[in-house]
C-alpha cells in the first residue's frame, strides 16, 4: 500500500458516527478539525482545533473550515447537507465527501428518491404514492387492499415513519397519524404513502464519487428501543456485521442484487443532474421477491459507520480523496474478514424521556484490552466529566473472528462503562435474535 497521504482535514458532527469517521482518519496520519453541537470528549481530544457550533449554521461552519485552512470537509449528519453546507464549502475551494443540498435530496426528501427509481427503472422500488392533503391520502388508504407504511416527506431524524400491523394497528390509526402529519407539520408538510414490505431488513453503505461506489460490509441495525425488537423506533440501538461482509440471512446473490440497485441509483443521480458524491447509506427490505429499498440516506448510519469503519483496512483519507476527486476507481477499499457488534449505551428512557445530564464513567483502556473499541456519542464533557445528554452516550463495538465472539468482547467491555441511569439492548447480536431473523427469512423463501 502507497504512504498515506496526511490531509487538514474537517468532520462536522458530534456523534458516534463522527467519532468512528475522525479515528479512521487519525489512523492514516490526517489532520483534524471539528465542528459539532456538544463537547464529544473523542473528538476534541483528536482535533487539533474544534468549533462548538449548530451544524447547520452553514456560514459559521464555512469560516472555521478556512480559518482551519482544511483541503476537505467529510459532513457526518443530513441536516447540514440539507441546508446546502456541501455547496457553500465547494464554493470556497474545499472539496467535500457527503451530496451537495440538490443530491442530498435522495433522503431529504422520500419522494424525490421514489420518484428517481420510477423514472430511471431502478429495481428494488415499493409501489408509493405522495400526497399534500390529509382527506386525499386518506382516501387513498381506505381503497387500497394491502397494509402500508406511512412517512413525513422530510426528516424527522428517523422517527417518523410509522407501519401499519406494527405501531399502527388499525386503519383508523393510520388515518389518525396522517391527520397528525398534516396537523403537526412532522417533516415539513406532505405524506407518502407506501407499499408496506415483508421480511428482513439490512443496511448496505457505499463510498460514492458521482460514478462509481465501493460497496461496504453489510449491516443490520435494531431500531426498537427494547429487547426484543419492542418499544418505540430510535436513532438505532446497535448494530452488527459477519466476517464474511454478508450477513447469516442474507445470500450472496441477494446481495449482488442489493449493490446492482445501488449502482443503477448512482446513474439515475447523474442522469438527473445531480451526480452523488458522499456515503450512500441503503436501507433494504430483504424479500421473497429479492431486496426492496426502504429508504436512502446521504450519509453514514449511525450506528452502522462504527461496524464498517471499525474494520476498514484501507487509509480513509485516500477513500475520501477518491470520493470527492471523482477517481474512486483507482482506489482500492479493503475490510478486514471480521465481525463486529456494536452496542449503544443510551440515558435511561431513551425513545420516550430521557434521563439527561446524568454523569458516566467510561475506562477506555479496559475496553481496548477486551477486544472492543468505544466510540463517544451525544455526550458533553463538562469540567472533566462526562454526562449524558437526551440522546445516544457511548458506542461499543466488540471485533473478533465470529460474530458470537465479537458480541461477547462487546459485553465484556460494557461492563467497564459506568452510570446510574443508564441503558443496553444486550440482545443485540446474540445468537437467539439473529437465528430468528434466519429463520423468518427461511420461510419467507419456501
Ligand atoms: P425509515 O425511516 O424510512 O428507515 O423507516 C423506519 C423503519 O420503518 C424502517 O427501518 C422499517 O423498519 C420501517 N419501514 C419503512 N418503510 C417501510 C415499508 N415500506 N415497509 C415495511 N417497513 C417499512
Excluded: W
Aim: charged share 30%.
Amino acid at each position: 500500500m502507497s504512504r498515506p497521504i496526511r490531509m487538514r482535514i474537517l468532520v462536522v458532527g458530534g456523534g458516534g458516527r463522527e467519532h468512528a469517521i475522525v479515528k479512521a482518519l487519525e489512523r492514516g496520519g490526517s489532520e483534524i478539525y471539528s465542528a459539532m453541537r456538544n463537547r464529544n470528549p473523542g473528538i476534541a481530544r483528536a482535533s487539533e482545533d474544534f468549533l462548538l457550533v449548530k451544524e447547520t449554521e452553514t456560514p459559521k461552519v464555512a469560516d472555521f473550515a478556512l480559518r482551519s485552512r482544511v483541503e476537505l470537509a467529510v459532513i457526518g449528519p443530513e441536516a447540514p447537507l440539507e441546508v446546502g453546507l456541501v455547496d457553500l464549502l465547494e464554493s470556497k475551494g474545499i472539496q467535500c465527501v457527503g451530496p451537495t443540498r440538490a443530491a442530498a435530496r435522495i433522503e431529504t426528501s422520500k419522494s424525490f428518491a421514489r420518484e428517481v427509481m420510477r423514472k430511471h427503472h431502478v429495481p428494488g422500488n415499493l409501489d408509493f404514492h405522495s400526497f399534500d392533503d390529509p382527506k386525499t391520502a386518506k382516501a387513498f388508504v381506505k381503497d387500497m387492499k394491502m397494509e402500508v407504511a406511512v412517512k413525513p416527506v422530510g426528516l424527522t431524524g428517523g422517527k417518523g415513519v410509522k407501519v401499519q400491523g406494527e405501531h399502527l394497528k388499525t386503519e383508523a390509526d393510520v388515518c389518525a397519524y396522517i391527520d397528525e402529519i398534516f396537523e403537526k407539520h412532522i417533516g415539513g408538510a406532505g405524506v407518502v404513502i407506501e407499499e408496506k414490505a415483508i421480511g428482513e431488513e439490512f443496511t448496505l453503505q457505499s463510498f460514492c464519487d458521482g460514478r462509481d461506489i465501493a460497496p461496504m460490509p453489510l449491516v443490520q441495525d435494531h431500531k426498537r428501543a427494547f429487547e426484543g425488537d419492542e418499544g418505540p423506533n430510535t436513532g438505532g440501538m446497535g448494530s452488527y456485521s459477519d466476517a464474511d461482509h454478508l450477513l447469516p440471512f442474507v445470500h450472496r446473490d441477494e446481495y449482488l442484487r442489493a449493490v446492482e440497485i445501488v449502482k443503477k441509483m448512482i446513474v439515475a443521480m447523474k442522469e438527473e443532474g445531480c451526480p452523488y458524491r458522499g456515503i450512500l447509506y441503503s436501507q433494504f427490505m430483504l424479500t421473497r421477491d429479492g431486496p426492496k429499498v426502504i429508504e436512502y440516506n446521504a450519509r453514514f448510519g449511525d450506528p452502522e459507520a462504527m461496524n464498517v469503519l471499525t474494520i476498514l483496512s484501507s487509509d480513509l483519507t485516500q477513500v475520501c480523496q477518491g470520493i470527492a476527486g471523482g477517481h474512486l476507481n483507482k482506489v482500492s477499499v479493503n475490510f478486514q474478514d471480521k465481525a463486529t457488534v456494536c452496542k449503544y449505551v443510551v440515558p435511561l428512557g431513551y425513545g420516550m424521556e430521557s434521563r439527561s445530564g446524568l454523569p458516566i464513567e467510561v475506562d477506555e483502556a479496559a475496553i481496548e484490552k477486551e477486544g472492543a473499541r468505544l466510540y463517544y456519542a451525544m455526550v458533553d464533557e463538562v469540567n472533566g466529566k462526562i454526562l449524558t445528554t437526551s440522546s445516544r452516550a457511548v458506542g461499543v463495538v466488540g471485533v473478533d473472528e465470529t460474530m458470537e465472539k465479537a458480541e461477547e468482547a462487546c459485553e465484556r467491555a460494557l461492563r467497564h462503562v459506568k452510570g446510574e441511569a443508564i441503558y443496553v439492548r444486550h440482545d443485540i447480536g446474540k445468537k437467539d435474535i439473529v437465528q430468528r431473523r434466519k429463520d423468518h427469512m427461511d420461510a419467507l423463501r419456501r
